[in-house]
């Protein structure tokens, strides 16, 4: 495994700082043109990684390349972004999927100890609102990804776990580095972070653990000429109904997270809905905040969703799940204990065998 030390772009020499690389895009393609390179370690130096980033560890006409990026702390290593789906360019609107700030792809790859951002749905002057867009921070397109310790902040869209659905419902609507790529199943294992958003923030096709997490539903700035909207944690995507105990077929599965929301008072909160009629989503032994809505789930669009989709909440604890059962709701899909922990041993050995596989070879 080889290994580089990389700081912010405006750090210099003068200011007595040792680096193989000064800005992490110029060590990103440094690193993919090395002939012959299998595994690499990023250190990251404390600062603002400032703009838009993308590795591509899988390569045409080499190996590929698994990534192991480790920053300085949350609060001291900050990869920022301010990109924005709305965004105008030549060809267009920029899209959801050309809004990252962060993007990582490759046979597998980690991340740990720092901030993913996009800032573009701050209020003005420092983001543009509801006016940006959906803006993803962080963009996963690994087969396998473990990631630690990590925040990952944004407001619409945030986290986007691929691979995307297989068709697309409005035209140009997966515009970005991965429209017309084979749509890949991939695992993810996600452990102690940080992630925050409004609307469908963690969403995409990858089959997720999500362990001890702490989910923040941030306020939903008003937007003109439209009411008041309703917020999303997840909007998971499968082409197929729930049917098996698989590493691959378990959707997002949120255990022990601890789920907050600002303003619980504005508008309704929901765990999650389907970003396609077979989505599924598992909140087990969750903490919920004031301000989910006692019904938990959302459909998307049509009423069939309510019975291809496969969401589950089981042993969580708060003001949402009593209301729900006390009013008699179905509160999802029904799964005997046995299962759902099935699938969630299922998932992390997974996620954790898939990576130790790549990444652990004389890792630092």
Known sequence: MRRFVVAPQNTGAGQQVAADFYGLQNAFNAIMQISGITSVYLKLLPGIYEG?????????????????????GKNKTIIRGNLGGFDQLEDGKRGTFRSYTLRISGPSARL????VENTSGLPYPAGRGRDAGQAIALYVAADRFFCR???????QDTLFAAP????????????????NSPRVPSVHLYRYCEISGTIDFIFGGAAALFYRCRLNVRPLLPKSGIGKENRYIAAPCSEKFFQTTGCLDSGFVFYRCNVSVEEPSSVPVYLARPWRPYGRCFFVCCTLADGISSDLWHIWNQETDKITSFFVSYGNTGVPVQVCQRNGSPCGKKVDRAVLF?????????AKRQYSSCCSRNSP
């Open 164 to 179: 995307l659905p297989e068709k697309v419902r409005e035209p140009g609507g997966f515009c970005g580095p991965d429209e």
């Open 112 to 115: 740990e100890n720092l901030t």
């Open 342 to 350: 099935k699938i969630i041993k299922n998932l992390r050995n997974c």
């Open 149 to 155: 310790n990590v925040r990952i902040s944004g407001h």
């Open 52 to 72: 838009q980033f993308n590795f591509c560890g899988k390569r045409k006409q080499d190996t590929d390349i698994v990534i192991r990026i480790k920053g300085s």
